[in-house]
């Protein structure tokens, strides 16, 4: 899944981007409000991480025209410390969650996890198909209960999968959301990366649908 961070601090927009590539998920840094009003209303991300304060447009401003555009990805807003009125603004501008600077990165993986939680309309943190249960919080995936190990794209794949459990995926999808921007994409390496995938889960709940797609079963048991 893609993260998008809108955030002009160089150093901060690192230390995020590295946080959320760490919670298994892939992070895109834009730090200017027109790159930003652009990339957020033309793509599509599982969240977006928003400064408010940003050279050309301001996060506010930004936030107002994707909602009045139809732009519904949930958002996390930064706000400055102990400004009140930055978070009702935020809020009332769309915002589904806010975080004072500073922060722990902890606080704002927890919250984007709460925040993605929400928009897939599940309240249990883990996702379990069949007797795979993967959990976002440790980053454990698991088949009747014993440990799996998985390379971070692995983990990335299932997650996506998992979290859109019931609709089939296309290769490019995958490919948009388990890659960051310069990766090589390659139809050929998603094919392999689900053949590993499903080797080591040794559960078949991931479907080949031919020339679609592949889908994890709503209610595979
Ligand atoms: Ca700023």
């Known amino acids: 899944m893609r993260i998008l961070v809108v955030e002009d601090e160089a150093r901060i927009a690192a230390d995020v981007a590295d946080a959320i590539s760490s ?3 892939v992070a895109e840094v834009v730090a200017d409000g027109e790159d930003a009003w652009f990339r957020g209303g033309t793509e599509s991300y599982a969240a977006i991480v928003l400064d408010l304060g940003l050279p050309r447009i301001d996060g506010l401003t930004i936030l107002k025209r994707w909602r009045q555009e139809g732009v519904a990805t949930p958002v996390l807003v930064l706000t400055a ?3 009140w009125t930055e978070r009702v603004d935020g809020i009332d501008a769309g915002a589904d969650d806010y975080l004072p600077k500073p922060f722990r990165m902890e606080e704002l993986m927890a919250r984007l996890r709460a925040l993605l939680r929400r928009s897939s309309g599940r ?3 883990a996702m379990t198909v069949a007797n795979v249960t993967l959990d976002p919080r440790t980053r454990q995936v698991s088949v009747g209960g014993v440990p799996v190990a998985l390379t971070p ?8 999968l998992l ?8 290769q490019s999808e995958l490919s948009d959301n388990l890659y960051s921007h310069d990766s090589e994409r390659d139809s050929n ?3 392999a990366l689900v053949g590993r995938l499903r080797r080591k889960l040794k559960a078949d709940i991931i479907e080949t649908r031919r020339g679609f797609g592949y889908v994890v079963a709503q209610d595979a048991s």
Do not use: D, K, M, T
């Not at 794209?153 to 996506?160: H, I």
């Not at 979290?163 to 296309?170: N, P, T």
């Open 123 to 125: 309240a249990q943190p």
């Open 81 to 83: 410390r102990g400004s």
């Open 23 to 25: 919670g298994g998920f």
């Open 153 to 160: 794209l692995e983990f990335r794949l299932l997650n996506y």
């Open 189 to 191: 390496a998603i094919e």
């Open 163 to 170: 979290h859109h459990r019931g609709r089939v995926i296309s």
